[in-house]
Every structure is written in structure tokens, then in C-alpha cells.
């Protein structure tokens, strides 16, 4: 069994609104519940902890009762970055193995989660092949990388939990910052064999406005029109 931590502390800053983006409405509903209502449907995965600012809680719980979501939901704080939120929600996590997510990917499917579930190796990610050429620099170009070596890492991501909370627990002694969790669990355990399942080219992050107003077509195409 799996528990899910679903991160929502983002505060919006990039989406220039008062509410964060999470909480927004896409085709009618908060954007937390397209994920939180799907995963509802998955027997593997136990329970969930949302880690969000505090000041939001009410209102999941509410919005969890409007939706009919039966599953257990526990809170965790925000952290000041997503290392610490990952961390925070490990805090309250009894499963032997650990599901992330971002609220902000609410174009992930039940197919997609079993999909990730199904992966025999206990640790493993979604990802896609890069479509562009990139360099390495930002003034300047410093360095050359190898376009077909290289994944757009996406979510959600599975591992042992055990492996996960030793990964945070090292990178918070060295004070060392990650963007995401596959890279850490590599970093402090590279024997272990972390799967990359291909991804999907649908599975964006709401980050800006642009892509809220690109969410309404994704929704509208994959699960309106294909379901």
C-alpha cells in the first residue's frame, strides 16, 4: 500500500493572483480536486497528506466534502521550499512505500498512477525525451549536454519511503537543495535502481496564466473528448 503526499503549498507568486494556482477553478472545479478525486478511485493508495499553508485547510475539508472524497486526507505544513514540504509530509507517512505529487498536475489520469504503480521496481518516476537542444551556462555558454542523455522529469514519482525520508534526512545535514526527489534518492543511494517510466506529453505543470488558459484545452482533449 501507498500513501500519496500531494504538495499544495505554492502561493501563486508566478500566476500574479491572489489565490494560488492550486485552488483556482479549471472547467468548473479547484484544480487540487481533479487529482484528489482520482485518486479516490485507487484502492493502492491508502491515504494522502496534503501539504499546504495552514490557512488553507478549511477549505480542502470543505471542498473534499462538496466532491465526496471518502478516503483519509491528513494536513502537513508547507515548508518554506519543496524540499521541505516533501519532508514535512514524509513526517506523517506509516507506508512502507510513498507516492509524490504536485497539485498543480491535475492532467495526470488513473492510468497514469496505476501505470507508475504497477512498475516493478519499487522506485520510480515518470519522463519524457527533451525536444530541444540545450546548452549548459546563463551569461554565457559554459558547456555542451547530450540532448538524447537527458529527461524532462515529471510527477508523480513512487519510492520506498524508508530510502526517501534517508534522502532528506542526509540532504538537510549537508544543507544540500533539490528541485525534486529522484534526483536526491540518485544522489545519496546510486545503487538503487530508479525506473523512468515514459511520460505523458499532457502532464504539465500550472505555473503561469498562459497555462491555465493551455489547462482548458488539455482537459478539454484528454478527458472530455478521449474518455
Known sequence: MYTLILLSGGTGTRM???????????????VIMHILERVDQIDRIAEVVVVCANEYVSSIELMLNQYGVRKKVMFAPAG???QA???????????????????????????????????KERNAIFGTSIPFTVVRGHAQVEGLLTRSELVN???????????????????????V??????GMVFKYFPE????????MDYDIKL??????LAGEQIYDDVFRRRK
Do not use: W
Open 192 to 199: 538503487t535502481t530508479i525506473a523512468i517510466c515514459p511520460g
Open 85 to 119: 514540504s516533501v519532508k514535512s509530509g514524509l513526517s506523517l507517512v506509516k507506508t512502507d512505500d510513498v507516492v509524490i505529487h504536485e497539485a498543480a498536475r491535475p492532467f495526470v489520469k488513473v492510468e497514469d498512477f496505476d501505470r507508475l504503480l504497477d512498475e
Open 207 to 212: 505555473t503561469t496564466r498562459i497555462d491555465m
Open 80 to 82: 518554506d521550499t519543496r
Open 177 to 182: 537543495e533539490f528541485t525534486e526527489d529522484a
Open 153 to 175: 522529469v515529471q510527477l508523480p514519482q513512487k519510492f520506498e519511503t524508508r530510502l526517501l525520508k534517508e534522502a532528506h534526512e542526509q540532504a538537510s545535514k549537508e544543507g
Open 16 to 30: 500574479h493572483n491572489a489565490v494560488p494556482k492550486q485552488y483556482m477553478l479549471l472547467a468548473g472545479k479547484p
